[in-house]
């Protein structure tokens, strides 16, 4: 029920064309506070008892757990050791839950910022095709520019800031952003 509140299965449709990239230094296993369901927390005690010591109950929210940093399923070469049966909130980072009901948080993460750079390109694609003045048309491409810039500074800040600007994604363009990801995929491999 969560899984399709939070648009679990469409988070996947997008995440399918991406991987961390080698640089990734998995600041968000090592650093984050992960926060997983009772469910979830019987799962990795199976897989692995002495690992599952560094989880406990949050206190603020009594029905989930969190996984204190950093994770200890994490690899030294900072790859998930559990990665078939990782938590729901690993599973769609760096996409995050927000309280908006709404919309999702887009973590600006070296993975992230892949995302961010392909939504600005589907975004400022459609507005080189709006039938609308062409001053209304530069000033949102200039817009879209400046926007992706401050993502790109966020990115190379976000292993060293306490907190971070996440692009906020409203639910109906996420669907449109996978939409857009299997068209683009569909035609590059020629189907």
Same mark, same amino acid.
């Given at each position: ?12 449709? $997008? ?9 990734? *230094?998995? %600041?968000?296993? *090592? ?10 927390? *019987? ?17 603020? +929210?009594?029905?989930?757990? +969190? $996984? ?7 690899? =030294? ?13 690993? &599973? ?12 999702? &948080? ?9 995302? $961010? ?24 491409? %200039? ?5 992706? &810039?401050?993502?790109? *500074?966020? +990115? ?7 907190? +971070?600007?996440?692009?906020? $994604? ?20 020629? =189907?």
């Amino acid at each position: 029920m969560i899984r399709k509140a939070i648009r679990y299965s469409v988070i996947q449709n $997008i995440l399918q064309y991406y991987e961390c990239p080698e640089t990734c *230094r998995a %600041e968000c296993c *090592r650093n984050g506070r992960v926060h997983i369901f009772e469910d979830e927390f *019987r799962v990795l005690t199976e897989e692995d008892k002495e690992r599952t010591q560094n989880i406990g109950k949050d206190s603020l +929210v009594p029905d989930l757990y +969190v $996984i204190n940093n950093p994770c200890s399923f994490l690899s =030294k070469s900072n790859r998930c050791e559990i990665y078939d049966k990782r938590p729901t909130v690993c &599973g769609m980072y760096p996409f995050k839950v927000n309280s908006s009901g709404t919309s999702l &948080g887009l973590q600006p993460c070296p993975l992230g910022f892949m995302i $961010i750079q392909d939504l600005s390109s589907w975004v400022m694609d459609t507005i080189s095709k709006l039938c609308i003045p062409d001053d209304v048309k530069s000033k949102k491409l %200039e817009e879209w520019k400046t926007t992706l &810039g401050s993502y790109a *500074r966020e +990115v190379s800040e976000f292993h060293i800031r306490d907190t +971070v600007n996440e692009m906020q $994604i409203p639910f109906d363009e996420l669907d449109m952003l996978s939409m857009y990801l299997f068209s683009k995929h569909t035609v590059k491999q020629g =189907k």
